[in-house]
């Protein structure tokens, strides 16, 4: 069963298997397609003392936070549920003392998943934010936060920031294969350095399809199989947020869940509802139908709108024709091994 199905497994082993307390998880989506359905997921399965990376904390960061099972968070951005009177998850924690957050421009949160997909210890960003409170404050990372370095070049300082590796990616893409090669379009914000910069990969999707549509449209594969530990199918899994090509943001959703937000009651019932009171996704999405009707979902699916394509054929696709002869020379392999050994070109 696991050869035929490949990496494809429920959300509930994905995340089973690949999050544990303690480690350092990243929200691979940049504000669109979140991964809604995973991160649902890891709140069921009452995950603690996460370190939580993502460049925009919107209701994913949020439901995390509210939860209990984020410590420490690193990011660019946070939303403010409830207007001026109210606040948010991320900053009841702030103030009440159970979170701790480190803040970064887009840039450097960026070029920290950059480093860290390259095998970087450290990148270089711009100087200029070192007259900024970015700079000069700092939480659970302190002086680790930037160092500044003297180029080697020209002697002048250099404002850097650590490589960010973390344990485990969580990002949701339009389709994948049962091998775990994952194909995302749109806009792309972080998600492939979100993703190759971890050390494990969970990825769902709208719909897994056969191998062959994906190496029919490869520019299309941000994270290749051979890097991903688990492909979850999971049909509008970033419900609320949208996914080019499926379906458009689902603003009602979206409001439920801002109006919940602006106070620790309101979230805390609506997660009770829409998270604890649904053992999957499926059931998430049948308790919103059950509750108000297909119309809303069935108003927000996309329109079709193809981009032309592109011809990716060639005269072969070996070197080697179908008799096992090199097409230039017209020698086996065999053949072009004895011949580099009689002119002592080949060595063993």
């Given at each position: 069963m696991a050869e035929r199905n490949g990496k494809v497994v429920s959300?509930?082993?994905?995340?089973?298997?690949?999050?544990?307390?303690?480690?350092?998880?990243?929200?691979?989506?940049?504000?669109?397609?979140?991964?809604?359905a995973l991160v649902y997921e890891v709140i069921r399965q009452s995950r603690k003392k996460l370190t939580l990376y993502s460049q925009s904390g919107i209701f994913d960061v949020e439901a995390l936070v509210g939860s209990g099972c984020i410590d420490r968070l690193v990011t660019t951005y946070c939303l403010r549920a409830g207007?001026?009177?109210?606040?948010?998850?991320?900053?009841?924690?702030?103030?009440?003392g159970t979170l701790e957050l480190e803040d970064y421009t887009n840039f450097q949160y960026n070029a920290r998943l950059m480093a860290g997909m390259h095998g970087f210890?450290?990148?270089?960003?711009?100087?200029?934010?070192?007259?900024?409170?970015?700079?000069?404050?700092?939480?659970?990372?302190?002086?680790?936060?930037?160092?500044?370095?003297?180029?080697?070049?020209?002697?002048?300082?250099?404002?850097?920031?650590?490589?960010?590796?973390?344990?485990?990616?969580?990002?949701?893409?339009q389709r994948a294969d049962k091998f775990g090669n994952a194909q995302y379009w749109g806009a792309l914000g972080s998600v492939a350095a979100a993703a190759l910069a971890s050390?494990?990969?969970?990825?769902?999707?709208?719909?897994?399809?056969?191998?062959?549509?994906?190496?029919?449209s490869p520019h299309l594969t941000l994270i290749p199989?051979?890097?991903?530990?688990a492909v979850v199918e999971i049909p509008w899994g970033a419900n609320?947020?949208?996914?080019?090509?499926?379906?458009?943001?689902?603003?009602?959703?979206?409001?439920?869940f801002m109006a919940a937000d602006g106070t620790a009651d309101g979230l805390k019932a609506w997660l009770d509802e829409w998270v604890y009171?649904?053992?999957?996704?499926?059931?998430?999405?049948?308790?919103?139908?059950?509750k108000f009707g297909s119309k809303c979902l069935d108003g927000i699916r996309a329109k079709a709108f193809y981009s032309a394509p592109a011809n990716y054929g060639s005269a072969f696709t070996s070197r080697w024709d179908t008799?096992?002869?090199?097409?230039?020379?017209?020698?086996?392999?065999?053949e072009f091994e004895l011949t580099l050994k009689q002119r002592g070109k080949l060595y063993e």
């Open positions: 959300a509930k082993e994905a995340i089973s298997r690949n999050v544990h307390d303690g480690d350092h998880l990243i929200i691979g989506n940049y504000t669109v397609g979140s991964c809604a207007g001026r009177k109210g606040g948010s998850a991320v900053e009841r924690a702030l103030n009440a210890s450290y990148i270089q960003v711009l100087e200029g934010a070192m007259v900024t409170d970015l700079f000069h404050k700092r939480s659970f990372m302190g002086e680790d936060k930037y160092r500044v370095i003297k180029c080697p070049y020209t002697g002048k300082n250099q404002l850097t920031v650590p490589a960010a590796n973390p344990d485990v990616c969580i990002v949701h893409v050390k494990r990969i969970i990825v769902s999707c709208e719909e897994i399809v056969e191998h062959d549509v994906i190496q029919s199989a051979y890097r991903v530990d609320p947020t949208e996914v080019l090509g499926y379906y458009n943001m689902d603003q009602f959703m979206y409001g439920l009171g649904c053992p999957n996704h499926e059931a998430y999405i049948n308790h919103y139908i059950q008799e096992g002869r090199e097409r230039n020379m017209g020698l086996t392999l065999d």
